[in-house]
């Protein structure tokens, strides 16, 4: 059975950093794409980092680059984000999401099969 739980999520400042992480187990991460959601309220969920299968490629919302850096620990089968110099906007839950196979980015949340639980974020002006 493949579960996801997400841990990391808290209130922060603005500028300030969180590194969320995503643990997996009923399978192993190296072999599924990966993403990282996030939901805010009234809002539709939206993709913000993906990482292939190998890791070899990743992907992220615009209104993330440069900020977030998704990553993952193929020992520890986890899957990380760790977001910097953090905006009142990226306020939501925050979800990881696993699929076996996506097109292109990886950013839709269509493509998933499995979701975590979610974290919350909140970051404060």
């Known amino acids: 059975q493949v579960q996801l739980v997400e841990s990391g999520g808290g209130s922060v400042q603005a500028g300030g950093s969180l590194r969320l992480s995503c643990a997996a187990s009923?399978?192993?991460?190296?072999?599924?794409?990966m993403g990282w959601f996030r939901q805010a309220p009234g809002k539709e969920r939206e993709g913000v980092a993906a990482i292939s299968t190998d890791a070899g490629s990743t992907y992220y919302a615009d209104s993330v680059k440069g900020r977030f850096t998704i990553s993952k620990d193929n020992i520890k089968n986890t899957l990380y984000l760790q977001m910097n110099s953090l905006k009142p906007e990226d306020t939501a839950m925050y979800y990881c999401?696993?699929?076996?196979?996506?097109?292109?980015?990886?950013?839709?949340?269509?493509?998933?099969?499995?979701w975590g639980q979610g974290t919350q974020v909140t970051v404060s002006s």
């Open positions: 999401a696993a699929a076996w196979v996506v097109r292109g980015t990886g950013l839709t949340p269509d493509e998933y099969m499995y």
């Open positions: 009923g399978y192993t991460i190296s072999s599924a794409s």
